[in-house]
RNA sequence: GUGGGAUUAGCUCAGUUGGUUAGAGCACUGGUUUGUGGUGCCGGGGGUCGCGGGUUCGAAUCCCGUAUCUCACCCCA
């Protein structure tokens, strides 16, 4: 038997359903916030990656699905979404056009790992970029939209805020820590020595103990901040505190992409394994020069959707349509024709074998059907029908004429 | 990429120290007077016990390999 590749799923019936009531929703709220659905492509060149989400990265160096091809292109599947739209925004000439740019997304991403509770190799992502607001309100509005979001469908969580700083006040901190750190450098531990080179801040949120007592007394971040950061963050943190969002200062929440700056948030839950974070994004004001655009101060953030999918809450889905169903074999074409005329408005379900009664009510309830019709000898001999709305239990008689 | 645990019917799981024809619940399907309400009752189909080797008179059971899932690390949505 051919099976799915690993780490990549089919997604139907009620994940479907859930899927689809996600995208649905987290829609409508991006829209009544003003902003515009935009598709990009799954495949782009490879470069539009290393430049944007960092070489350094993991997801670039070896999560990447990427081959030449057959017009010898350097080109890989996009590992999330951010890149591409960006890509987009500067293609389409919008930089130079000035203004707001909003933009939704939704669809597959790829990374190249080793699979497990919410982390597949083929995953789907909602995400959302705003370009040209410098304003911090604007990061404050990325927040409550992912909380009008969540709120929608049903979903808990813990908000946990960081400000990474910005080209004044970053480069100083990260040389600061490793400096730090590299006075402790025969006590930590492998991981840590390799993240100096890395990603040096990632070091914070190391498990190791031994490591973390080490980094208690290290310099944070959110201390050496320059004033534009110190000032930005604050005036955050007052617009969620008016606007009654709860949240956690997590001076080690770090993104993993090399392009964010200032402000850094993360969704987490704790009901669906180690790999927590449910959202995640932050303000990236210098990837639209970095990829040869204009600069454009921007924010964004992506949702894992197949994180979600567990914790939604679900409306209970109503009554719906038609069950026609045939007491005896020569009702069968009957309720056949009565079905497709029916079906210009609305579902119907039939059967297209002949059965008693109570198997027929059975199959109506199993398909949720709102009316239940049955057809048999009689029906035929007066051409008229009982409609039974198995909601509220009443009855209608009417021909067959006019059905 | 590293280390641990798991894999038996469509699903959730039993299966004793290796021993007849591998079970249950749910689901599916048929019947239960072919005309008014689901829960009841009686049947039925469905398994190369993940896959491939090995040990043994005999393997779902023990050993090795492999695939997938899962947990932790790593990383991230």
Do not use: W
């Not at 990427?66 to 739209?85: C, H, M, W, Y």
């Not at 208690?216 to 005036?235: H, M």
């Not at 909601?391 to 004429?401: A, G, M, P, S, Y």
Request: charge should be positive; include cysteine; hydrophobic fraction near 35%.
């Amino acid at each position: 038997m051919i099976k799915s590749l690993r780490g990549m799923n089919d997604i139907l019936s009620e994940d479907y359903k859930r899927f689809t009531y996600f995208i649905n929703t987290a829609s409508d709220v991006a829209q009544k916030y003003g902003f515009h659905f935009i598709q990009t492509p799954l495949l782009e060149e490879t470069a539009l990656f290393k430049r944007s989400v960092g070489a350094s990265s993991d997801i670039v160096g070896k999560e990447m699905y990427q081959f030449i091809d057959k017009g010898e292109n350097d080109v890989s599947l996009r590992p999330e979404g951010t890149a591409g739209v960006v890509r987009a925004f500067i293609q389409k000439k919008l930089d130079k056009a000035g203004g707001i740019h909003r933009f939704f997304y939704h669809g597959s991403m790829f990374r190249y790992e080793r699979p497990q509770k919410g982390r597949l190799r083929q995953f789907h992502q909602f995400g959302v970029e705003s370009f040209g607001v410098e304003s911090i309100y604007e990061d404050a509005n990325m927040i409550m939209m992912v909380c009008d979001i969540l709120l929608a469908c049903g979903i808990g969580y813990r908000l946990q805020l960081n400000s990474l700083g910005d080209a004044k006040c970053m480069p100083a901190y990260h040389d600061n820590l490793v400096k730090y750190v590299t006075k402790f450098k025969d006590e930590v531990c492998k991981d840590c020595i390799r993240r100096l080179d890395t990603n040096p801040i990632r070091v914070l949120d190391c498990k190791n103990k031994i490591c973390q007592r080490i980094y208690k007394d290290a310099p944070k971040l959110i201390n050496n901040l320059c004033q534009s950061c110190e000032d930005d963050f604050s005036k955050l943190k007052n617009i969620l505190d008016s606007n009654n969002i709860d949240y956690e200062i997590d001076t080690n929440l770090v993104r993993g992409l090399d392009y964010y700056s200032k402000t850094a948030f993360e969704f987490v839950s704790d009901n669906i394994g180690s790999q927590s974070a449910i959202a995640g994004g932050g303000r990236y004001d210098k990837l639209v020069e970095f990829l040869d655009g204009r600069p454009t101060p921007a924010v964004g953030f992506a949702m894992g959707i197949e994180r979600l999918m567990e914790l939604i809450v679900m409306p209970e889905s109503p009554k719906n349509g038609y069950y026609i169903g045939a007491m005896d074999e020569n009702a069968v074409d009957l309720i056949v024709q009565l079905s497709h005329k029916k079906r210009k408005t609305h579902k119907v379900s039939i059967d297209y074998k002949a059965k008693n009664f109570k198997n027929h009510i059975k199959a109506a309830e199993k398909v949720n059907a709102k009316y239940f019709i049955i057809i048999g000898s009689n029906e035929i001999q007066s051409a008229t029908m009982v409609i039974r709305n198995l909601k509220d239990n009443t009855e209608k008689t009417v021909t067959l004429k006019e059905f």
